[in-house]
C-alpha cells in the first residue's frame, strides 16, 4: 500500500491528452513538499519527468506538464505519442516519524 | 550531471546481508545527498534511505532495522547493506542522487540499476 495513491493503468489514443493523477494527505503534498513524476520505459531506469510540481528539466518536451492542488497533484500528457508508453511515478516527502520519501505506486500508460 | 554505477552480487542467500556500492563519476561526492530506491520485479519503487557525507542519514522507516548505509569519499562509493534478507527484498536497487537545495527530495540522477535476488 503505497502512501500516495495513483491509478494503476490509464489508455489513450495518440494525439489525444491524457492525466494521471497522485492523492496524498497532509503529512506530505497538503504540507507544501514538492511532487516530482518519473517516467520509466520497459527495462530502464526510472527517469525525472518533472520536478518541484511543475517544471521540466532540460529535454522533456513540453507536452508533459503537472500541477498541485491541495493534497493532490496531476500529471498531465497532451498530443500523446507512441513513445510516451511508460510506467509514470509520483514523489513527495512525508513528514511523518523522522520524515522520509514516499512514492505513488505507480501508473501504467498505454497508447492505444 | 553526475553517472552513478551500481555494482554488487546478483544472488543473496536468505537470512545473509545484501551488500551493494554505488560508484559515482562526473562529481563530488560530497555535493550531494545520495538515496538508494529499489523495485521489486513487476512492482513499484520503494525509497530505501538518504545519506550525506556530512553524516546525515534517514532511513524508510519500514527497513531502518536492517539497513545501513555509508559513505566513502576517498573511492566515491556509497554502499548499502540490507541484513536478514528474505525472497521479499529482490529487487533492482537504484542509488540516486537525492537533492536537499531548492526542490527537497529531487531524485535528479540515477544509476541503471543492479538485481538482487534472494535465494537459496
Known amino acids: 500500500q503505497s502512501v500516495l495513491t495513483q491509478p494503476p493503468s490509464v489508455s489513450g489514443a495518440p494525439g489525444q491528452r491524457v492525466t494521471i493523477s497522485c492523492t496524498g494527505s497532509?503529512?506530505?503534498?497538503?504540507?507544501?513538499?514538492?511532487v516530482h513524476w518519473y517516467q520509466q520505459l520497459p527495462g530502464t531506469a526510472p527517469k525525472l519527468l518533472i520536478y518541484?510540481?511543475?517544471n521540466r528539466p532540460s529535454g522533456v518536451p513540453d507536452r508533459f506538464s503537472g500541477s498541485k492542488s491541495g493534497t493532490s497533484a496531476s500529471l498531465a500528457i497532451t498530443g500523446l505519442q507512441a513513445e510516451d508508453e511508460a510506467d509514470y511515478y509520483c514523489?513527495?516527502?512525508?513528514?511523518?516519524?523522522?520524515?522520509?520519501?514516499?512514492f505513488g505506486g505507480g501508473t501504467k500508460l498505454t497508447v492505444l | 550531471q553526475v553517472q552513478l554505477q551500481e555494482s554488487g552480487p546478483g544472488l543473496v542467500k536468505p537470512s545473509e546481508t545484501l551488500s551493494l556500492t554505488c560508484s559515482v563519476s562526473?562529481?563530488?561526492?560530497?555535493?550531494?545527498?545520495w538515496s538508494w530506491i529499489r523495485q521489486p520485479p513487476g512492482k513499484g519503487l520503494e525509497w530505501i534511505g538518504y545519506?550525506?557525507?556530512?553524516?546525515?542519514?534517514n532511513y524508510n522507516p519500514s527497513l531502518q532495522s536492517r539497513v545501513t548505509l555509508s559513505l566513502d569519499t576517498s573511492k566515491s562509493q556509497i554502499s548499502l547493506k540490507l541484513n536478514s534478507v528474505t525472497a521479499a527484498d529482490t529487487a533492482m536497487y537504484y542509488c540516486?542522487?537525492?537533492?536537499?537545495?531548492?526542490?527537497?527530495?529531487?531524485?535528479?540522477?540515477w544509476g541503471q540499476g543492479t538485481l538482487v535476488t534472494v535465494s537459496s
Open positions: 540516486a542522487t537525492f537533492s536537499s537545495s531548492s526542490y527537497w527530495a529531487l531524485h535528479a540522477d
Open positions: 562526473g562529481g563530488s561526492i560530497s555535493s550531494h545527498y
Open positions: 545519506i550525506h557525507y556530512s553524516g546525515s542519514l
Open positions: 497532509n503529512s506530505n503534498i497538503g504540507a507544501t513538499y514538492d
Open positions: 518541484g510540481n511543475n
Open positions: 514523489q513527495s516527502y512525508d513528514s511523518n516519524l523522522r520524515g522520509y520519501v514516499v
